[in-house]
């Protein structure tokens, strides 16, 4: 079980390329019946690169890593998020965020990033919790959050 955190209207910096569209039905479903093991591969390194290319589109996690990251997240921004988002954060219900907060998100975060305090509150999750932290996955939501447009929550 993971969280998947769409772009409301994420900033495109590259175009889909067309042969992922050779992948998917009309509506973006990936047709698996249709893909044998070296299409599967074709098709998510294609996926990979351009959720890489746009970082605002699409955002995922498993659960494990998702809670300790909204955690943070809430942390950072707590004067930005209402107890509703925050709340529902924790939960695939398909709750938006909009653009405005979004954005003003992305700058707490990053400020959590200059001031220190992202390495700090990394170093203060235990090394054995189920629930994992990094900096680098922190600063790739961040980055998702600044190009999204806004984010709905699934």
Known sequence: MGFDIYGLKPKINKEKPK???DYQDKDGWAE???MDDKDRDIY???QDKYHSDNPGVYFRSNVWWWRTLWDYTCDVCHDILTEDEITSGQFNDGKKISK???TKMARALKKSET????????SNVPKDSSYP???DVAIEFR???EE???IEIC
């Open 100 to 102: 405005t907060k979004a």
């Open 133 to 135: 932290f990094s900096v």
């Open 115 to 122: 001031n220190g305090f992202l390495n700090e509150y990394e």
């Open 32 to 34: 698996w019946d249709k």
């Open 148 to 150: 999204s447009g806004g």
């Open 143 to 145: 980055k998702f959050l």
């Open 19 to 21: 042969t992922l569209d």
């Open 44 to 46: 998510f390194k294609l």
